[in-house]
């Protein structure tokens, strides 16, 4: 199932960048590649902040 999802997620930048209309093209890959990672690191911050908070009140 993870090399599924392996296969599925593997991304070729430069041929995007290669293939791209116009120069603008490029900060739109370069957002669209880091924003789910940076999604995920302030989901698990949340998660951590709320879990830190619950214990410290107990």
């Known amino acids: 199932?993870?090399?599924l999802i392996t296969l599925l997620q593997?991304?070729?930048?430069?041929?995007?960048l290669k293939d791209a209309p116009n120069?603008?093209?490029?900060i739109g890959v370069f957002i669209g590649?880091?924003?789910p990672f940076v999604v995920l690191v302030i989901i698990a911050y949340?998660?951590?902040r709320y879990n830190k908070n619950r214990?410290?009140?107990d």
């Open 10 to 16: 593997e991304v070729n930048i430069e041929e995007k």
């Open 55 to 57: 214990y410290k009140d």
């Open 23 to 26: 120069d603008a093209y490029g």
């Open 46 to 48: 949340a998660i951590y």
């Open 33 to 35: 590649t880091f924003l």
């Open 1 to 3: 199932m993870s090399l």
